[in-house]
């Protein structure tokens, strides 16, 4: 009889102990998502100014080399009038192909 009492209370104690390691499994996983989340969160943000800080220099690089192509075509306007004739040729005569 005391063999089936002390079977009891180590039964009751490791349903005690499954119990605690389901909470203590649930919080862990909870702890998981919100750190993934943060750092997902993270990520994008990181990611978008990265993106606006390349738009920005494309944007600066195509501005200077509009200012770099004007400043050539007004110091030489017959050449740049000459080749603008040849490849409107070009093209045309590729168009009627």
Same mark, same amino acid.
């Given at each position: 009889?005391?063999?089936?009492?002390?079977s009891?209370?180590?039964?009751?104690?490791?349903?005690? %102990? #499954?119990?605690? /390691?389901?909470?203590?499994?649930?919080? !862990? #996983?909870?702890? /998981?998502? *919100?750190?993934?989340?943060?750092?997902?969160?993270?990520?994008? %943000?990181? #990611?978008?100014?990265?993106v606006?800080?390349?738009?920005?220099?494309?944007?600066?690089? @195509?501005?200077?080399?509009? %200012?770099?192509?004007?400043?050539?075509?007004? *110091?030489?306007?017959?050449?740049?009038? !000459?080749?603008? !004739?040849?490849?409107?040729?070009? @093209?045309?005569?590729? !168009?009627?192909?």
């Amino acid at each position: 009889m005391t063999a089936s009492i002390r079977s009891d209370i180590d039964l009751d104690s490791v349903k005690s %102990d #499954i119990a605690a /390691l389901r909470g203590d499994v649930a919080a !862990l #996983i909870e702890h /998981l998502r *919100q750190n993934a989340s943060e750092g997902a969160s993270a990520v994008h %943000d990181e #990611i978008g100014h990265r993106v606006k800080s390349l738009g920005k220099e494309a944007a600066r690089d @195509g501005r200077d080399a509009a %200012d770099a192509l004007t400043a050539w075509v007004s *110091q030489r306007p017959v050449l740049a009038s !000459l080749i603008a !004739l040849c490849v409107g040729y070009v @093209g045309a005569r590729a !168009l009627l192909r």
